[in-house]
């Protein structure tokens, strides 16, 4: 990383990889304060929405040394796009992140449209934005995280052989709840903020019901924002409204779950939800 980036995200490594199916992507690695696989090897937290996440939360790796609440050692990978696909970030996570075959709500329409009258985005860019949800692949990139980048990681950094986890946000928190509830073994706790269940007939529910009586190891953690839900935005309404129902499932049959209600908008909400989902599942 150049020198004048090493000053804001320290210890952090960049390289871009190409996936099996033809995908480029941003990786950032950031390994925690003195570490020495020689010594002590640690485990990988995947960050998902690297382009926008990794200036709020690879600098958090410093909480391995706070001497109130320390946080088990990890090693932060941050996954986002790269080159010329940078800049189309938000639209392209949609055909990672959500789930194949998830429905496109009413809601999340209208909150497209309100960004194109704001002047947010163009007709062009609503309509690109949209035409990805048209064809989603979470399938594909849980498969390039688990058996091509994490093989890379491994032999790259020396982590540890257990230990890992996952954390996403909105539609990464969606993705983040596609993984756990397919039972992927790779991680042993997963966090997902403020997930974008924007749907009541979403692919999560679907999964939840082939889980059937099955009991997953996995720790998740789930946070919301309480702005959310009391906000005037159906699409906010609609993901916590539909993000709880999932929790009641779920807490009611399995002790590995746990959640928690911020005091955040969605927009600010994502470095609290990391930082709970790194007290709740990575405290020492």
Not at 2 to 9: E, K, N, P, R
Not at 59 to 67: A, G, K, N, R, S
Not at 69 to 76: D, G, K, L
Request: glycine share 8%; with cysteine.
């Amino acid at each position: 990383m150049s020198a004048m980036w090493q000053g804001c995200l320290a210890d952090t490594d960049y390289f871009e990889m190409r996936s099996s199916g033809g995908h480029d992507y941003g990786v950032w690695v950031t390994t925690p304060p003195r570490y020495d696989p020689a010594t002590t090897q640690a485990p990988v937290v995947y960050v998902l929405d690297g382009n926008f996440a990794v200036g709020m939360t690879a600098p958090l790796i410093v909480t391995q040394l706070d001497p109130m609440q320390q946080i088990q050692p990890y090693i932060q990978v941050s996954v986002g796009y790269a080159g010329e696909e940078a800049q189309h970030w938000a639209r392209l996570r949609n055909r990672d992140l959500v789930p194949p075959g998830e429905p496109i709500s009413t809601e999340f329409i209208d909150a497209v449209e309100k960004g194109l009258q704001a002047g947010a985005m163009t007709r062009e860019q609503a309509d690109a934005y949209l035409a990805e949800l048209r064809d989603t692949h979470a399938d594909a990139f849980l498969s390039f995280l688990t058996t091509e980048l994490h093989l890379r990681i491994e032999r790259d950094y020396g982590t540890a052989t257990s230990g890992h986890g996952l954390f996403g946000y909105s539609y990464g928190g969606l993705f983040s709840l596609y993984a756990w509830l397919t039972g992927s073994t790779l991680f042993e706790s997963i966090g997902a903020g403020s997930p974008g269940v924007a749907s009541e007939d979403s692919q999560v529910f679907a999964q939840l019901k082939e889980m059937g009586d099955s009991r997953y190891a996995t720790k998740l953690h789930v946070t919301f924002n309480d702005r959310e839900l009391l906000g005037d935005l159906a699409i906010y309404q609609s993901i916590t409204k539909n993000t709880a129902t999932l929790l009641h499932r779920l807490t009611s049959r399995n002790g590995a779950v746990t959640s928690a209600v911020l005091n955040e908008t969605h927009v600010t909400g994502l470095q609290a939800s990391f930082l709970s989902y790194l007290r709740t599942c990575r405290a020492l």
